[in-house]
């Protein structure tokens, strides 16, 4: 059975940084595209990145691109997301999910596999 399982999130001052970490318990994991996403109360779940299955394309939304970065070691079936400059609007529940594919994924329906999420809250 896929699990993933993101961890990282937390309260954090405007101006801070936090680090998400999402492992995946996926058979071949480097054959999987990642992607980040985000839904605040009251919003729909958006993509803020995606990469690629060998971590060599990337892709980010225009509000954090910049600040934030994804990355992935496949030897530890990890994808993360660092988070720099952290802005109030940043405040949502945080989710990793798959998607069996080469290239980043950039529709949300097109994923496979979503972990629990994790809850970020920045303060002003």
């Known amino acids: 059975q896929v699990q993933l399982v993101e961890s990282g999130g937390g309260l954090v001052q405007a101006g801070g940084s936090l680090r998400l970490s999402c492992v995946a318990s996926?058979?071949?994991?480097?054959?999987?595209?990642m992607g980040w996403f985000r839904q605040a109360p009251g919003k729909e779940r958006g993509l803020i990145a995606a990469i690629s299955r060998g971590g060599d394309s990337t892709y980010y939304a225009d509000s954090v691109k910049g600040r934030f970065t994804i990355s992935r070691d496949n030897a530890k079936n990890t994808v993360y997301l660092q988070m720099n400059s952290l802005k109030p609007e940043d405040t949502a529940v945080y989710y990793c999910?798959?998607?069996?594919?080469?290239?980043?994924?950039?529709?949300?329906?097109?994923?496979?596999?979503w972990g629990q999420g994790a809850q970020v809250t920045v303060s002003s």
């Open positions: 996926i058979r071949s994991f480097s054959s999987y595209a």
């Open positions: 999910a798959a998607k069996f594919a080469d290239t980043p994924v950039l529709l949300t329906n097109h994923y496979d596999y």
